[in-house]
């Protein structure tokens, strides 16, 4: 979005534009579920509904561009996804796994559904599978937010160098596990 | 060595240079583009920057309405501390303006002379110690009755004759069409001014009141 643009659709949105709200939820919103999605998908969409009214409440007093707005949301979806988990484990809840209701097929189709988004969330899945949980939150912050090291720094409360580190294990520890088989290099041994 | 890319064994085939990890990260680098080992990392990282698919924004006008409403609501709630604060600040400086008006109004008056005899006495000591002089209460008796007081001469120590309220307001340059002339140009922004507190304070009748209807007539009479 251009600055100008995006600060016209932030006024919009700050004075209760539908239309103004519509442009950043669409902007926003995918980047935002598949970046809980890839930390937490239990409560992803919960988390991510809270994140919008947390920012609807206070939009008022946001000023700045459209990659401190991203900034701003990020780090909403992130405290809001402690705060969650903080609840949960007072709740005591037990997650199930989904293949308990593979025995329960749904009515419509979700297997259809879910093939429209199958590459961003076979992505999102590996790269929750593969990487700890911070190295997999700053590569999703630096990919899905697009935002450079100083910011996810800033959000994840730690220095850029320690980022930087961060997000060079994960890259790497992604290849190791992604890497095909090269038989090129492998095969030969003579 | 490797037969593909003639690297020594011992040399890591995973290595990444800080520039490559940034321009993956980035989505500046494809994944043609990229080092073979790390092309699957490329692609993966550019499946997670699809654009979004329907099924992701089916949520999207329920979701819209629900946060315009919180918007709206938040905006409507919003003014109201505003207001309160409004108010608090708006009581702040009516205090404020009562202590500076308690303060100011027995300067004024002291300055006048117009305090009764006794405060006048003390606000003239109190003043005089920090370099102000202002009219002592002695002269409010020599005006008011001035055959009790006349008899004994005013000595130096005391040199308050009652006249002097009166010649009180000629002192003083400001009041009324005396001034314009005598300040010249700047006599217009000068005498409202510079002299007004005092000027008009005696004008004003404040510098007549303790001498009493008589002598109010007598200086206005006397003045043009």
Not at chain 1, 32 to 52: C, I, K, N, S
Not at chain 2, 28 to 47: F, G, H, I, K
Not at chain 2, 63 to 75: P, S
């Amino acid at each position: 979005m251009a600055p100008t643009e995006f600060g016209e659709v932030l006024a919009a949105a700050q004075e209760g534009a539908q239309w103004a709200v519509a442009v950043l939820w669409h902007d926003l919103h995918p980047r935002l579920l598949r970046f809980l999605r890839g930390l937490d998908p239990a409560a992803a969409e919960d988390v991510e509904a809270d994140t919008w009214l947390a920012a609807a409440r206070d939009i008022g007093k946001f000023s700045g561009e459209d990659q401190q707005f991203r900034a701003w949301m990020f780090t909403i979806a992130r405290n809001r996804l402690i705060d969650w988990r903080r609840r949960e484990l007072r709740r005591c809840s037990v997650t199930v796994p989904p293949d308990m209701f593979v025995d329960h097929p749904a009515e419509d189709d979700p297997a259809g559904t879910a093939l429209d988004v199958l590459r961003a969330d076979a992505a999102v899945a590996q790269v929750r599978a593969l990487l700890p949980r911070d190295q997999a939150e700053v590569i999703l912050l630096r990919v899905l937010g697009g935002l450079d090291v100083a910011e996810v720094a800033e959000i994840v409360g730690k220095r850029p160098g320690t980022v930087r580190v961060l997000q060079h294990r994960g890259l790497r520890r992604l290849a190791e596990h992604l890497a095909e088989p090269a038989p090129e290099r492998r095969g030969v041994t003579t | 060595m490797t037969a593909r890319d003639g690297f020594s064994p011992d040399m890591d085939p995973l290595a990444l240079d800080a520039r490559t990890a940034e321009r993956l990260v980035a989505g500046s680098l494809v994944a043609l583009d990229a080092p073979p080992e790390y092309r699957a990392v490329a692609q993966t990282l550019q499946d997670l920057r699809q654009p979004p698919e329907s099924a992701e924004l089916e949520s999207g006008p329920v979701a819209v309405e629900r946060i315009t409403a919180a918007i709206v609501v938040a905006r409507r709630d919003r003014p109201e501390p505003r207001h309160r604060r409004s108010r608090a600040r708006v009581g702040k400086l009516a205090a404020l303006a009562a202590a500076a008006m308690a303060l100011a109004l027995p300067s004024g008056l002291a300055v006048a002379g117009a305090l009764p005899e006794s405060a006048q006495g003390v606000a003239s000591s109190v003043l005089g110690k920090v370099g102000i002089s202002i009219p002592t209460g002695d002269k409010e008796p020599a005006v008011s009755v001035p055959s009790t007081t006349a008899g004994p001469p005013p000595t130096a120590a005391s040199p308050q004759p009652q006249p002097q309220p009166a010649a009180n307001g000629a002192d003083t340059p400001a009041p009324g069409p005396e001034a314009p002339p005598a300040n010249g140009p700047a006599g217009s922004h000068g005498g409202s001014g510079g002299g007004a507190p005092l000027s008009t304070a005696n004008a004003g009748g404040v510098g007549h009141e303790p001498d009493g209807p008589p002598g109010q007539t007598n200086t206005h009479s006397h003045r043009p």
